[in-house]
């Protein structure tokens, strides 16, 4: 239905009528030399043309003109796919800036035109490129701009982009991550789970995940394995948030059963690995006075002063948080992936290859 | 001495009936009845009407006033209601003769409340004695190492002594002295300090605010306060208005929803707060988000405080109830009243620690919390990674819980509210307490929660108090 649809979308707007003040040429000719902007290497200048291209136009006409903004970049698009549909690659990662420029000024109309052009632009690659290559691309390009959904609170659409990108990609864990933080953030355990497991089988070793996947089981009454997953989170690895997280909710359940003594002991171990989390002191403090053993306010103090010298992302925080650093890295790799393309777009741009910048 | 004997006719029946026979006919014939005339002249009206009454001048005094119209009953009984409220009875002598004598004086039990053998005794101290007596009291002698320091003339039977610095063993002796003669003594030694020894001071003070239409009373005196610990009425030791040094944590909320301006006026309130500080008042402020953004170190001079400046940024989650546990922790080991001034829209959600662990801490804290609530963008409930909207909302009730049963308050303020007035409104509120010190009676530290209330003797008047606390 979507192939059916786009196959349309992509061919020669007959029938489409010219808006008022729409002017189909002008425009058609602004976007090719943005694109040819962007192949050359002057992206920020490309994506600024472009949005103030669509600005103009948009400003130009009353009725229907995001559709036929849309249908007149379609039409570019299917006319420069001759040269390859990997052009489709480069082509998505430039309209994801445009909608992020877009967003930036505020223009959401446009932005929303932006962000459907992409899935349609990625959605065709899918279909139409080289197999799991061009899956796994079009399933990163969703999962980016579900990130970027998300990161603007507009979590409905995000959801369903994450989940288009793992439909298309099972084993895409940023996806699967994303997904799953969107589920918690709603509180949806029962959600979320599932999305950690499948992670869990994708990338053992994934220690966030085994720690959202250890923290879920507990909220669904899965005592034993998250406190055993949360345990070996503790016991090893390097001393960052997710350690200093399995710590501080491995001692929650400890305390939880009111087992004070075996909390403290477990929290000391805690604050001399991980001095520089104030949350592990003052959770040493509270179940030292419930058990009865004196914790010294010098060293409470200390672990304010020490988190107050140097400000950082609290590991509760990282936790509640998009998983940006995996989003940033999935969008360089996106880029990246791109990039051998740029030439073919250029190409069928009608660009010198010389002039055609095809990295950083 | 003088005897008063005169017979009469009557005198010769000598007995109960015809008294009671002369007594009504007396009444009938329109004689308005003995209370509020002397006792001697009620005797003397007795003799007049033929009852032989012997008394003696020193003993049936021409002060003594007969408050209660003796009624009916038997001849001994009338009289002894006549005579029993002076100390004096009567006995029937030979040939019917009525003999006013003074009653046998039985012991008076007393009983030291104050002080307690266990109280560390310095400067002034109330001596108080509880009486247990069939007689009416003349007086309460008090005397500290047997050299006489007051006296008490009617209930309560207290008295204030300054005993000086002197770290020094001490008796404290309450002598009764009955008006019918009766006598009772009771005596309290206390101990002085060994300087090695880890003094527990059991004195529980009480910080209380009273205010009628919205204004603060602050001329109440000790007495127009009641105390009830456990529902039982305790003795005051101390009583004092708020000059009581202050020692004050100031937490700011500096997360995201703070930042720019909103962060701005707050690090202006407290610069305000801590302006009106006084000489021997400390505070500490700490800046908050999900973690500590700025902290600086109890201080007791305001130079010192406000040198060390808040940085402007705010960001990140909040994590409140990890800090505002942390901030009582840290007012312990402070001398003076310990107060908590927390500047927050009250949405936590990233603390480790859940409400209900800083409620124990409150209940055994004796700290006040003040909550300056900034209304919250975005209506009340909220959703996190870390909780849902259930357990949010019920995290923002154990808050106010918390702050209500501190015997603090909550100063809600609107977004653009004035911070500066809601802090020196509290500092005002703070000056014009009332601290009131007692050693509460029947302590058995078994962890169990000792409900507090203070009455006060003013219509319309609203008290604040703590709510109680945890007996350990």
Redesign the interface.
């Known amino acids: 239905m979507v192939a059916a649809l786009l196959v349309v979308m992509l061919a020669p707007p007959a029938t489409a009528k010219r808006a008022r003040g729409f002017d189909r040429d002008h425009l058609r000719e602004g976007y090719r030399l943005a694109l040819a902007r962007w192949v050359s290497g002057e992206q920020d200048l490309a994506v600024a043309d472009l949005v103030e291209l669509e600005a103009a136009a948009v400003a130009a006409a009353e009725k229907d003109v995001y559709e036929a903004l849309r249908r007149v970049e379609l039409s570019v698009a299917r006319g420069l796919m001759s040269r390859g549909v990997e052009i489709l690659a480069p082509l998505a990662v430039f309209h994801e800036s445009v909608y992020l420029a877009h967003l930036e000024r505020r223009a959401v109309p446009l932005a929303l035109h932006s962000r459907l052009l992409v899935v349609e632009l990625v959605e065709t690659y899918a279909r139409q490129g080289p197999g799991v290559i061009a899956r796994s691309f079009a399933s990163d390009a969703l999962a980016s701009l579900g990130g970027h959904l998300q990161e603007a609170r507009i979590e409905g659409p995000a959801a369903d982009l994450y989940s288009r990108a793992v439909e298309l990609d099972a084993k895409n864990s940023t996806a699967l991550l994303a997904l799953a933080?969107l589920r918690?953030?709603?509180?949806d355990s029962d959600r979320a789970v599932p999305h950690l497991r499948r992670l869990l089988e994708v990338e053992p070793g994934h220690r966030e995940g085994a720690l959202r996947l250890a923290i879920n089981s507990l909220r669904l009454g899965g005592g034993a394995e998250g406190e055993g997953m949360l345990r070996s989170l503790a016991e090893g690895g390097p001393a960052d948030w997710i350690r200093s997280l399995a710590y501080?909710e491995l001692?929650?359940v400890i305390a939880a059963r009111e087992e004070w003594g075996t909390a403290q002991q477990l929290l000391t171990g805690a604050v001399a690995r991980i001095p520089e989390d104030?949350?592990l002191a003052?959770?040493l403090?509270?179940v030292s006075?419930?058990s009865g053993v004196d914790y010294p306010?010098a060293a409470?103090?200390a672990a304010?002063?020490r988190?107050?010298a140097q400000?950082a992302?609290?590991p509760?925080?990282r936790?509640?948080r998009i998983p940006y650093e995996r989003l940033d890295d999935l969008r360089r790799d996106l880029r990246a992936r791109s990039e051998p393309y740029v030439a073919e777009l250029g190409a069928a741009l009608g660009i010198d290859p010389g002039r055609v910048e095809t990295g950083p | 001495m003088k005897v008063r004997s005169v017979p009469a006719s009557g005198a010769r029946r000598g007995s109960a009936g015809l008294l009671l026979l002369a007594l009504g006919v007396a009444t009938a014939s329109g004689q308005t009845g003995y209370a509020g005339r002397p006792l001697a002249e009620a005797l003397r009206d007795l003799q007049a009407r033929g009852l032989n009454v012997i008394f003696s001048s020193d003993l049936v005094q021409d002060e003594m006033i007969v408050e209660v119209e003796p009624g009916g009953g038997s001849l001994q009984q009338i009289v002894d209601r006549l005579l029993g409220p002076h100390g004096l009875k009567a006995e029937i002598g030979p040939r019917g003769t009525v003999l006013v004598v003074r009653r046998d004086a039985r012991p008076i039990r007393v009983t030291m409340l104050l002080p307690l053998p266990e109280q560390p005794i310095f400067d002034e101290v109330e001596i108080e004695a509880e009486i247990n007596a069939e007689e009416p009291i003349e007086r309460v002698d008090f005397f500290v190492d047997g050299r006489p320091v007051g006296t008490a003339r009617r209930a309560p039977w207290s008295a204030v002594v300054d005993v000086g610095p002197a770290n020094a063993d001490r008796e404290f002796r309450a002598l009764v002295i009955g008006k019918w003669g009766g006598r009772g003594t009771a005596a309290v030694v206390t101990e002085s300090v060994s300087i090695e020894d880890r003094v527990e001071v059991a004195l529980k003070q009480l910080y209380v605010t009273v205010s009628r239409d919205d204004r603060q009373l602050l001329d109440l005196g000790r007495e127009s306060f009641a105390v009830y610990d456990d529902g039982v009425r305790q003795n005051l030791v101390t009583f004092e208005r708020g000059d009581v040094p202050i020692a004050a944590v100031v937490l700011l909320d500096g997360s995201e929803s703070m930042r720019g301006r909103a962060l701005d006026a707050a690090v202006e309130g407290v610069r305000a707060f801590v302006e009106r500080m006084n000489a021997l008042d400390q505070a500490m402020v700490?800046?908050f988000?999900?973690?500590?953004?700025?902290?600086t170190?109890f201080a007791d001079d305001r130079d010192g405080i406000l040198g060390q400046v808040l940085p402007s940024a705010a960001g990140?989650?909040t994590?409140l109830n990890?800090?505002l546990?942390?901030a009582l922790?840290?007012l312990?080991?402070r001398q003076g009243r310990r107060v908590v001034v927390l500047l927050s829209d009250g949405a936590d959600?990233?603390?480790?620690?859940p409400m209900s662990?800083v409620l124990?801490?409150v209940q055994r804290s004796d700290a006040l919390i003040y909550w300056i609530r900034l209304e919250r963008r975005g209506g009340s409930s909220f959703?996190?990674?870390?909780?849902?909207?259930e357990a949010n909302d019920a995290e923002q009730q154990a808050l106010e819980r918390a702050v209500r049963e501190s015997g603090g308050r909550i100063e809600s303020l609107p977004a653009g509210g004035e911070i500066g007035e809601a802090f020196e409104g509290i500092m005002r509120e703070l000056r014009a307490q009332y601290v009131l010190g007692y050693y509460p009676k029947g302590r058995r530290r078994d962890g169990q929660w000792r409900a507090v209330r203070v009455r006060v003797e003013v219509p319309s008047a609203k008290v604040r108090f703590r709510a109680g606390y945890v007996d350990q």
């Open positions: 933080v918690e953030r709603h509180g501080q001692a929650k104030p949350t003052i959770q403090a509270y006075e419930r306010e409470l103090v304010l002063e988190a107050a400000p992302l609290s509760r925080f936790y509640i | 700490v800046l988000a999900d973690q500590a953004l700025a902290a170190s990140g989650g994590a990890d800090h546990y942390a922790r840290l312990d080991s959600v990233l603390s480790a620690l662990d124990w801490k959703s996190s990674a870390w909780r849902g909207f």
